[in-house]
């Protein structure tokens, strides 16, 4: 198996986790056969390998699992859009409810084709140290297409690359768009439809492909060690900062600050559809982490992947005890906004290390992710920092302390930890942020006018209102 | 292994995917004892069967994944019904929305005791060109029994299978109610409950098992060598005829179309629930497209599995984006509700076919779906044809086009395909006219009366109203 | 394997389904080495095992189907708390709705907490007639660390476990969830939050744990040959016990029996968020009965399972037509709010023994199912006793119904099995009684202050409306 090859190593083959076929150009002379897309199907096996090589092969059912792994939960992450789309459109004023179904479906059809036009071959094709290969489009390995056309003798180099090349594209997929749900959440109510897709466009066919191609691709944070299981800095930490850089340059709301400075509360218009986009958020949680295993076939995976979703679950519901109870210690009372906004931070800080047999651990970790994504809410309030459903305290602040975590129960390495959760910060940030200011002096703009904010985006640029017949209060922005 | 039989003949082996163990009964003197029904439970292999066929059998694991991936993607395609019931009680206005949960509910009800009873032995036991059995319900296999009670001999008999009976039975159970969905909610605002629940009955209990013994229970069109993968024809078109038919009977809703014969607009009452359906409706068709593989066993059918999910998902990221672009062209302005149901349409247009390796495909069949979906819109309107969700631009549309798009990625004949189509359409829409005109005639009626349908189908046939205590601004048809 | 040793009395094997690993302590030579918690790791093997004891032992692939089983189904089970959510959210008044998503999402997470401290532990871990163990958390198992950690030589003991420790403990885990999430709705709309997160606290620490040692655990009801396939009675009529209890304790709603006596109706105020959560309910059902086969590594337990789906499936639908029919029958028409909950009772009636492979009968014993829980529903209006979702009739009355049926279809035995149903009425209706009245005696009290009831717990106790921007009808009691 490549992964064991004494090329690779030791700490990528440790921290590659997501490292899929492509990976494998790095040995060309081997691999080369499996890779050339389509053009010539000779097994790997006729190839002079060593006979030895192939017994270490995995047997068809262990493919079979880590295939249909990859499908299952990746299924399970796809309907998180749900979650967040439930969530944010139930959080938002009603005005602009139906406005964050457009962005939402929208982002993640531009997210899905992005990826596979362009996006995952940057971050997994090729990948040298920083960045993947330009290549267009993304397909069926030759052994692939060879096994599905009938040639059976190209079983045992299908067999090499431990799972379906379109499963892993598929798992792969899911994930950049949850990238994108993160930011749509804070810039809600304000930005307008247009530039948010071009920047969906941007993040997903790039942005969120070079932090990937550092780490999952194989490139310098892999190499340095640096430990992400399922995403809390690649995905959430990277959705965060496009997310922050965005409200920073469109401002917050009309109406939101109070004269005085004071934030004005936004309570969520449709509470019910906020907790059940939280549910959604959980029950796909479980597709997130636990497929990030990456396998299934053996019994060590199996395991693994059994304590994966019980940390996960204990990291959620810590999260949403201790934030429940920390609201009441500084707001007075249990706040239902603020214990939902703490299981998102729960999910988010066990994502970067969710494997430890010591559970306890995960109730930890999910606790101080609840207590920093409350207090991050209040700091953004008082720095005058608009994040419309607190999406940078649960997915950058939590998402910074998990990758952070690692080194407690996971074993990580701190230095490395910092340097990759600074990498990241320190590329997405400013990149998002000349991307939303280039939006904000282009024709296009990214903030609606005035009046069209406060008549909402619904009325006034959809044109689809969310809720036509019922009867609404007025607001009221006076003081 | 039966679908290798040289009695069957080629282009049977190649279509007749979803053909069941009953399809074995073709060669009686081999199945009969598989098939007697609980009375003999004789293993076959003590038949005199070659011991060079058992070495064809397949793998107990191979049997259990073949099974599981009916289980557990059929449970997402049950999930669908919940994705249809949303989307369509968001889409009527509020006074109806409950009795499209009613109706939904139901019907999936009825649709699971129907196929149970009768639907399935008409589609799948003893099909000869046109029709199944007439027998009453269906049960696990005779050494399926043996082996539950402890038989351990009748394990080769079972392994014969494939898979469990019953795994099958469900997976095809589904399918069933998503046909009955279609109608729904095309028919809302003005359909009666009792007539929508017969005409239910009798379609799922007899016109969707018979176009499916046509085609995957091994009849004429299978044996012609028409392809439809996961029902683009046999599922969505079936649905969108019964449909069509039940519209142009029952008439438009009273308003719908203005004195001076222009469409007014109904837009969805609820646009956060309509969302909610589109994202069910897409997180199941990875069920839908996905378990029709059929069997998950080996790299090969994983493979392929992966890359039904990968064009799946694809053709519905296109539709969104190109029918959202289409009806700027033609709107003015970007629709959400175009762009929802430009999903479903190209969903629908790629479940014909989704196996294709050169995923590009899949991106253009989607893409297409959606403009001719959005077309069609335009064009029932135009009619006067009355659709409240679009079902039929979405389904039928989409699903003639999907049917006849096999043959540019996947293979199909041209002709064979138009006959498909021909017949699917020439037996389910003037049965099903003639169906709801017979039920519009009875003493029943399919139209509500005048007064129930201004004040709504909730409060006047139902007696329960969807938001009791919300304030809702009143109609006005007066213009 | 453990489960046929013959240390084990007879019936013992045939009705815990669910013991797990734990139970392998009763034969302490043998097993401890798997138990000794993470201090000894030593494989059984090296223990003396004779050598055909392993060859009994399973295959590495069947160990990764019963483990992922457990994790995949555990994962809709979990769902079913989104589905309780929307239901109870959904039913009661508008100015209630945000209280019942904090205590059901509340419920799960200290569910999960509590079992996971304690309630695993009592329930499964060294269980004795009566009650297991008072160990604090619970964790993988020392093989399975060991494997984890690359001692390949801990395999076969892993293999002997049958699955995955801890994918045990995440299904278990989700049941407990139920189990709470079935008193919340009962006591919707005036409890307060404080006292029923402490009651929850209770049941999920102690109560079910007792219940499920009794049985799945292995204790005296197990012994006897008390049969309840996925809990019935363990799960659902625990849950309705403790509901019941709290009802009587707390009183109705206010108004909701006029000063004549007759129940006020109180509609659902979002009967689209109810049929979602039916909807929600009906899916995870699949995960809850059909996870419940415990194993799915052979032919034999994936055609169980597949049994086990279709009569779920059918149970659910017979629920919903025949309460439809009977409500029409006793109400004068079709009532949409029956017909859902007749589709809980159907589903909770077939729990108790979803495996028959003649399947009319989980058609009838669902029918019957959703009768009585019409029929319970009416006579708890009679009796004053106010059940805001009809959890009662829907969960005990049905669960009772379901565990007696099992005599008729699955060959249980009526003694026996109304000794489980009575031991567990007996043990968890006064205990839980005795720990309302305590709440109720306490300074935290159960029931808010009678204006807190008037003005609705989101705005008197949460501080957070459900739908603040929304107008609503004003409420009048003064009939």
């Known amino acids: 198996m490549i992964r064991r090859d004494s090329r690779l190593p030791n700490n990528l083959i440790q921290n590659v986790k997501r490292i899929p076929n492509a990976v494998r150009e790095i040995v060309p002379w081997r691999i080369a056969p499996v890779y050339l897309g389509g053009f ?41 859009c749900a979650g967040f789309t439930m969530l944010e459109s139930g959080s938002v004023r009603t005005k602009n409810a139906s406005m964050i179904c457009m962005k939402n479906i929208g982002l993640y059809s531009i997210a899905g084709l992005a990826f596979f036009f362009v996006g995952y071959n940057l971050m997994y094709v ?45 798992f792969q997929m899911v994930f950049v768009a949850t990238t994108a749900s993160i930011v749509s959440g804070a810039l809600a109510e304000r930005v307008r439809m247009w530039s948010f897709f071009l920047f969906t466009l941007v993040l997903t066919a790039v942005i969120y492909p070079v932090v990937g191609a ?28 496009a997310a922050l850089a965005g409200v920073m340059i469109a401002g917050a709301r009309l109406g939101k600050f109070r004269r005085n400075g004071e934030a004005r509360p936004t309570p969520p218009s449709n509470v019910l559809i906020v907790t059940l986009g939280i549910f959604i958020l959980w029950f796909g949680w479980f597709g997130f982490n636990g497929g990030s295993q990456l396998k299934l076939g053996t019994a060590s995976d199996v395991i693994a992947m059994s304590n994966v979703l019980v940390n996960t679950n204990l990291a959620a519901a810590a999260g949403i005890v201790v934030s429940l109870a920390f609201s009441r210690f500084i707001l007075g009372r249990m706040d239902l906004v603020v214990g939902l ?31 920093l994504c409350t207090a991050g809410t209040k700091l953004l309030e008082k720095l005058k920092i608009d994040d419309v459903v607190g999406a940078i305290p649960a997915h950058l602040v939590a998402g910074i302390w998990g990758t952070i975590a690692v080194c407690i129960a996971a074993g990580g390495d701190i230095v490395t930890q910092l340097v990759g959760v600074l990498a990241v910060g320190a590329f997405v940030f400013p990149v ?11 024709p296009l703009g990214i903030r609606v006018e005035r009046d069209v904010e406060e008549l909402g985006q619904d009325a006034g640029e959809l044109g689809i209102e969310a809720y036509p017949e019922f009867v609404l209060m007025p607001e009221n922005y006076d003081d």
Chains 1, 2, 3 share one sequence.
């Open 40 to 80: 010539i199907a000779v097994p790997a096996f006729l190839l002079g390998e060593p006979s030895v090589d192939f017994a270490e092969g995995i047997s068809e059912s262990e493919f079979v699992f880590n295939s249909f792994s990859f499908l299952i939960w990746g299924v399970l992450v796809m309907w998180m």
């Open 341 to 371: 906004n703490g299981a998102i931070a729960g999910l988010v800080a066990i994502t970067a290390g969710p494997t430890m047999t010591d559970h306890y651990w995960a109730v930890i970790i999910g606790a101080i992710g609840g207590i």
């Open 126 to 170: 090729d990948v040298g140290d920083f960045i993947g290969s330009l290549r267009f489009m993304y397909t069926s390995s030759a052994p692939e297409v060879a096994l599905l056309e009938g040639d059976a003798d190209a079983l045992p180099a299908v067999l090499e690359q431990d799972y379906s090349t379109m499963s892993d594209w598929f």
């Open 214 to 241: 550092w780490t999952w691709g194989g490139g310098w944070l892999a190499q340095m060690g640096f430990q992400d299981f399922a995403g809390s800095t690649i995905v959430h930490s990277t959705g965060g900062w």
């Open 432 to 442: 998002s942020w000349l991307l939303w200011k280039a939006l904000a002096l282009s």
